[in-house]
């Protein structure tokens, strides 16, 4: 690890500490090679461990590398050392939306404008299957041009995080933006979840204040439940209406971001984001691609995608003590579940449960720790790309890693 004289792995020279949390530092920085302003965060790796925060910033960056969109914050490269995770990300240097609105409600048009920019980044990440579950305005940026930027994805969930009833169920957000259904505790929507945040980020634009407020926590989450809030007088007419509906205790009747987007007062110079935008990045172009379309994923984008998903070596050594495996796949999904019956075949196990997303192999010869029991999970996350994530759930851990590194792995990474 090069940290000599501001510089970080040769590559980026650091520079004023920009700000810092429990776990991280965040630093003003500079690619040596093009000379692109970019953010760093420095995690401390024990730290993290020590509280079980692993699995956090491992999604964070899945996510990050999902959501490449012009109102998401772009995260362009992670990198690790034996004590720290280095985020490297797009420098944002105008602050967040939460300054602007502290001096006083915003003009009509200007709070629109961001609005805009946050559904359609919301949108986005919604049909990525990914719901942030901490929009606020401390979390909304602003790049030099004005436009808004959603960070920090820490708290957010993919969409294979939901139980079996089709739900989310880990209470998290900040108090005054967190919808009532989490509040709960039965189970929640994350995309009904960030659209009651988007409500209160849009009402705090145009009041001013928060909807929510009162210094005892319990008092103010019986407020969130019963949607009791007061416009002030100078509150324009038409998004009154908007609010009110992305405001509704109940997900079920809320207005969804497809309705918000249709909306007259929405609309009102409305500019579209180009599909895809280029930033010179340490000396390759990257793209913000649609992952919809395969044709679109380099070698660059793929692989960024698997060290996102599968990041057990920044964290420990010994990758044989793990009871899963990631990777990703080019193969088709039906071509997956046929290999993997294939192999279950020749070892001599049996295939107890499948479905195009999902399969279970079990052993059919006993060994000291029981029967090898692995589940397969799929996801697609775009077109003949599919993430695989196997699970050991009963047997010999050492016979698991066997069969993945000998059998699985081989028969379905099909790497570009």
């Excluded at 579950?133 to 920090?152: A, T």
């Excluded at 997956?336 to 479905?355: N, Q, R, Y």
């Amino acid at each position: 690890m090069d940290f000599k004289r501001g510089v970080l792995m040769k590559r980026y020279e650091l520079g004023k500490l920009l700000g810092q949390g429990n776990f991280a530092k965040v630093y003003h920085g500079r690619n040596l090679e093009t000379g692109v302003n970019v953010a760093v965060k420095i995690i401390d790796k024990d730290r993290v461990l020590k509280v079980g925060m692993m699995d956090q910033i491992k999604r964070e960056i899945s996510v990050m590398k999902l959501v490449k969109h012009p109102n998401v914050v772009h995260l362009y490269e992670v990198m690790a050392s034996k004590t720290k995770i280095y985020f490297i990300l797009e420098y944002v240097k105008g602050g967040e939306l939460f300054d602007k609105v502290a001096k006083g409600k915003l003009r009509e048009h200007v709070a629109r404008k961001y609005f805009q920019q946050l559904i359609s980044a919301i949108d986005f990440c919604h049909s990525r299957g990914v719901y942030h579950r901490d929009l606020k305005l401390e979390n909304l940026l602003l790049d030099d041009e004005g436009n808004l930027k959603v960070s920090d994805f820490g708290l957010s969930a993919l969409v294979e995080t939901k139980r079996q009833d089709g739900l989310l169920h880990t209470s998290c957000g900040t108090p005054a933006y967190v919808a009532p259904e989490i509040i709960r505790q039965k189970g929640y929507d994350g995309a009904k979840a960030d659209i009651w945040s988007c409500g209160v980020v849009l009402f705090v634009l145009l009041a001013g204040f928060l909807p929510f407020r009162d210094s005892n926590l319990m008092e103010m989450y019986r407020k969130i439940s019963r949607s009791d809030f007061k416009y002030p007088t100078w509150f324009p007419s038409e998004p009154r209406k908007l609010v009110s509906k992305m405001l509704d205790p109940n997900p079920k009747t809320r207005i969804s971001t497809i309705k918000i987007m249709e909306n007259s007062w929405f609309r009102k110079g409305l500019v579209s984001q180009p599909r895809k935008i280029e930033k010179m990045v340490s000396g390759s172009l990257e793209s913000y691609i649609d992952l919809e379309k395969a044709d679109n994923m380099n070698a660059f984008d793929i692989i960024s995608l698997s060290a996102g998903f599968d990041l057990s070596g920044l964290f420990k050594d010994d990758v044989e003590d793990k009871n899963e495996v990631r990777f990703i796949s080019k193969l088709v999904g039906t071509r997956i579940i046929l290999k993997v019956e294939e192999i279950a075949k020749s070892l001599k196990m049996k295939v107890v449960k499948k479905s195009d997303k999902f399969l279970k192999m079990e052993g059919t010869e006993e060994g000291e720790n029981g029967f090898l029991n692995v589940v397969l999970d799929i996801f697609q996350i775009a077109v003949n790309v599919h993430l695989i994530e196997a699970k050991q759930v009963g047997g010999d851990r050492v016979m698991f890693h066997e069969i993945m590194k000998e059998h699985i792995k081989p028969a379905l990474m099909d790497m570009v």
